[in-house]
């Protein structure tokens, strides 16, 4: 068991380094770029496990909790002249009250309704991006969203124009969320989510609140969404409807499950294999979808654990193999 | 301890508990039975709290608990032990049991539950790390038992917990619900399994169509005609 916690501890020491290493190891900015969308990639899918791989809910308005977010950090950048700092939490707000707002209602739903209520409400809040047009501007979208406000830290002064300088600022960001999520998962909270997804009824007989825990995964998790929403307005400086789709809220599902859903490890290994898959792929133009589609069956068929699910079962093979020599 | 009077359950249109009245002292067993569809399960989900109960009232040690949610009347000390286990699957023994203590606000106190459970339940404590669903069904039952008993109730309420296991860990299971109802616990007990129910229970209530048809006390209801028919199979 210790040499196992040993091994793992070294795998997320090893990752965190090269994350922290890659935009200075001389690739192509274009690659840095990349590295950049994987990074909000994962924050989104952290953000749909919280629902889905937690607590059993699976919701395809997660693109509508990234827009929310997006879209409220950078009017009250452009309007109100905000600074970021302020404009990035109320945008994670903005989308979490609105998940709970929508939660109350619909998740007494179970199975299949759930998730075609959460398909509804994503295409609604796509198409009022669209319509409300003296507020969104509609299909132009906004641009000119300002960077994230310099940090001055007495000896050196933190700017976030560049790629590069966003990269650190979205790993900050994630690393801290990593923290917090590792130690919500592993509480009394990720217990009862858990409980939950296993079995509705018993978790009810226990005596844990299921609808408040559902809630509350639901609100967090379009929080984390929201926040991502607003890093990548911060960072890419123009938004559009054509960003907030169910096609997004698809992909994202897609990195929850390829990586492995209910897992930390899953989220991260996905966005990261998809973003990426995703650019190579674009020789192929349409036809990606297809070969997207494949890659989705033959997961589910052969690893419904995800890659996360299969690297852990290959060590523990590892590791009984070594017992038993 | 509980006082049930003139309780009603509709499912929408069907009325499925037709106002009942039901008392339970301290201390006893008592067996609810009855066949298929009687109301025997419903009228257990509606004193956890699980379904509304469209009339009557609830009365549990003089506070009346009629239409609070499922986790106050946990908290009251009322456990519900579901019908079909409904242990967590992909959770392990010690995981499950601990949920069982979810409502509980003295959880330094724990092992005192475990020990006990351990003591009824040994195969339990030689599966702690398992996955709940590589256990057997007998094994599953005598966990999901373990983990009603875990928020440390008064009263225990136990949905068919003889329900499809093979005829030797049927006895075994009732033997420990009699040693649990030994060391204190009152114990609702619904069966369809008649005459092992009334062998173990003080009193019994027969239930018909969402109505109680018959009630007394335990050895009386295996010598009336009517139940030796209907549920002894004489």
Redesign the interface.
């Known amino acids: 068991m210790k040499q196992w916690m040993n091994l793992k501890t070294l795998v997320i020491i090893v990752a965190i380094l090269f994350a922290v290493a890659f935009p200075q190891m001389g690739f192509k900015m274009y690659y840095v770029h990349i590295g950049v969308l994987s990074l909000l990639h994962i924050l989104l899918a952290l953000g749909l496990n919280l629902v889905a791989g937690y607590a059993g809910q699976l919701s395809l308005a997660q693109a509508a909790f990234f827009g929310i977010g997006a879209y409220v950090s950078a009017l009250l950048m452009l309007n109100l002249k905000w600074s970021f700092w302020l404009a990035a939490p109320l945008g994670a707000l903005a989308a979490g009250l609105v998940a709970v707002g929508i939660g109350l209602p619909t998740l007494r739903l179970k199975g299949p309704y759930f998730v075609i209520s959460t398909m509804g409400f994503g295409e609604i809040v796509r198409l009022v991006f669209l319509n409300w047009e003296s507020v969104t501007r509609g299909p132009n979208g906004l641009p000119g969203i300002p960077a994230p406000d310099p940090i001055s830290l007495g000896f050196v002064t933190l700017t976030f124009e560049s790629r590069v300088e966003n990269y650190y600022l979205i790993l900050t960001v994630l690393l801290v969320v990593l923290v917090l999520y590792y130690n919500l998962v592993h509480s009394r909270i990720g217990r009862a989510l858990r409980a939950i997804r296993n079995d509705y009824i018993a978790t009810q007989v226990m005596g844990i609140h299921v609808a408040f825990y559902r809630i509350l995964a639901f609100g967090v998790g379009a929080a984390l969404s929201g926040l991502t929403g607003a890093l990548y307005a911060g960072y890419i400086r123009f938004i559009s409807p054509d960003t907030f789709t169910i096609g997004e809220s698809i992909n994202i599902l897609i990195m929850m499950v390829i990586g492995g859903m209910g897992t930390i490890s899953g989220p991260i290994i996905g966005a990261i294999f998809i973003t990426y898959l995703l650019e190579t792929m674009r020789v192929f133009a349409e036809y990606r979808l297809v070969i997207y589609g494949l890659l989705m069956f033959l997961v589910i068929l052969y690893m419904p654990h995800g890659i996360a699910g299969m690297l852990k079962k290959l060590s523990l093979r590892v590791r009984a193999g070594k017992k038993e020599a | 301890m509980l006082k049930i009077r003139d309780l009603s359950v509709h499912y929408g249109k069907i009325k499925a508990v037709r106002q009942i009245d039901m008392d339970i002292a301290q201390g006893e067993i008592v067996s609810l039975i009855g066949a298929n569809g009687a109301g025997k399960s419903t009228t257990l989900r509606a004193l956890?709290g699980?379904v509304k109960a469209a009339g009557g009232s609830v009365e549990f040690e003089g506070k009346d608990i009629t239409g609070w949610?499922?986790?106050s009347?946990?908290?009251a000390g009322i456990?519900?032990?579901?019908e079909g286990r409904?242990?967590?699957?992909?959770?392990t023994v010690m995981?499950n049991l601990?949920?069982?203590a979810?409502?509980r606000k003295d959880t330094k106190n724990l092992s005192v539950e475990y020990d006990r459970i351990f003591e009824y339940f040994p195969v339990l404590a030689q599966r702690r790390s398992q996955m709940g669903g590589t256990l057997s069904g007998g094994e599953q039952q005598m966990l999901a038992i373990g983990?009603?008993l875990m928020?440390k109730p008064k009263l225990l309420l136990l949905d068919e917990p003889s329900l499809g296991l093979a005829p030797l860990l049927v006895e075994k299971i009732f033997e420990i619900i009699q040693n649990i109802n030994r060391e204190g616990m009152t114990v609702l007990l619904i069966e369809q399994n008649a005459w092992q129910a009334l062998n173990i229970a003080n009193r019994g209530y027969v239930m018909e169509t969402g109505s109680v048809a018959v009630t007394g006390a335990a050895s009386e209801l295996l010598h009336n005609d009517h139940v030796r028919r209907a549920y002894l199979g004489e």
Do not use: D
């Open positions: 956890s699980l949610n499922a986790k009347i946990v908290e456990s519900h032990c579901p409904q242990i967590f699957p992909r959770m995981e601990e949920l069982g979810y409502t983990r009603a928020s």
